[in-house]
């Protein structure tokens, strides 16, 4: 691999007591994408929070987190974001009450032009839509709505938490379009569950299993070992071929 985009070196996270992540060790490629997969509730969001400075105030983080020479740990998230981390949360977050205009407004970071250009050719509906409220657009809307704000700006590194989660299948695809082509242009850590959206988009994949990393390698590999993708991700060879 190239010099890694990030590092995340014996990473670990206690929150109310409990030791959320027990030394996870990875590295991210500087382009394509780089999955983090694992069951439910393995820390895979819980490690993109601690990377973003998001742990909750009552949690413990160690370790070592670096983006390029930058260490990230102990950083304010603004700080971080201003430096070009790229965050598109599980739940988007995009604020319900404001139009789409509005929202994307609110993403832009001063001193900076932001590319509404790229933004809108991605994503031509955020156009269309400018004046509608985020609270009333589709759940696929929001995610574009989502990832789209935060490519108002440049980004040395994409964050994203699971993006096509309870999304409808066509637009999973979309989904996947988008962030396909946002990758040849930035790297990204992403946490997918649905397995056809990882075997079209990773290269890396980093396995999270109770709090450590069982296992890192070629994504498409790790797909192809049904019995390893069953007992790391406990799902069966149907969803796999996919
Ligand atoms: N703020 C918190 N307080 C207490 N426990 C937490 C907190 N945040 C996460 N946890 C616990 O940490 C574990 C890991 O959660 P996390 O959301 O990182 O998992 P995940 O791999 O992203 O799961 P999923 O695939 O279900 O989204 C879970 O057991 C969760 O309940």
Known sequence: MNEPILTVEDLSVRISGLHILQGVSFAVAPTGVTVLLGRNGVGKTTTLRAIVG????????????????????AQRTHRLVRGGLGYVPEDRDVFAGLTVAENLRLAERRGTTPAYDKVFALFPELDRRGRQRAGSLSGGQQQMLAIGRVLLNDNRLLLVDEPTKGLAPKVVTEVAEVLERVAESVPVLLVEQNLAVVRRLARDAVVLAAGKVAWTGDARELLLETALTKSLLGVGSAEVSH
């Open 54 to 73: 998001l742990t909750p105030p009552a949690g413990e983080v160690r370790g070592t987190i670096r983006m390029g020479a930058q260490s990230l740990l």
